[in-house]
């Protein structure tokens, strides 16, 4: 079992557009980030989709990514993690300081309110021998790395310049050592994989 940030970013660092929220999840002119995911995609794009889909035995995510798709337009039983590789969605455990006061997705969502590690904890035990992905938000994939509590990074690079929203790499301090293990490139994205190298 590895823990994997799995997340799709502009060439600019960020993973929305600015103005992001509960009514506009990716963004002022985020959408063409997932183009790869949920747009024109490519057999290639489709394999890397696929690949990590039937890797994901659980998903760790933070409060804003959370209320996006428990928002009542957000995932359903057609649209969700996984859902047009014809899956069941995995458990999905939201760290959050507050817990919501209504949790739509009952079902798959698990409010964690202690921390990420305790949630990482809680999707390992759920995941089986499959893998942990963190799938955002910025600040929740950020505070992972310099945590180090990463095993593998996974970039699917957009070519994409937003200008502003909500970054991956913000000022603070981070220091990493990737070792890369595959690269995907497709008119879509860039999809870069690395191995996070302990000292």
């Not at 992001?20 to 959408?31: C, I, S, T, V």
């Not at 929203?165 to 890369?180: A, I, K, Q, V, Y």
Request: hydrophobic fraction near 40%; glycine fraction near 12%.
């Amino acid at each position: 079992m590895a823990v994997i940030l799995d997340i799709t970013i502009s060439l600019d660092g960020f993973v929305t557009g600015p103005n992001a929220g509960p009514d506009n999840g990716l963004g002022d002119d985020g959408l063409p980030l997932h183009e790869w995911a949920i747009g024109a995609r490519t057999p290639e794009d489709v394999e890397v989709l696929t690949t990590l889909t039937a890797a994901t035995g659980a998903v760790v995510m933070g409060r804003r990514t959370f209320d996006v798709v428990d928002a009542p337009d957000g995932w359903n039983d057609e649209r969700h993690y996984g859902a047009d590789q014809g899956d069941e969605p995995p458990p999905c455990f939201v760290v959050t300081h507050h817990a919501p006061d209504h949790v739509r997705l009952t079902d798959r969502m698990t409010i964690v309110t202690t921390g990420l590690r305790d949630a990482l904890d809680q999707a390992a035990a759920a995941a089986g021998d499959k893998d942990v992905f963190i799938m955002g938000g910025g600040e929740l994939g950020g505070s992972a790395l310099r945590e180090g509590v990463v095993d593998r990074l996974h970039l699917h690079v957009a070519p994409l310049l937003l200008g502003d929203g909500t970054p991956l790499f913000p000022g603070t301090r981070l220091s990493l050592r990737l070792d890369e293990s595959a690269t995907v490139v497709t008119p879509n994205a860039a999809h870069l994989f690395y191995d996070v190298l302990r000292p």
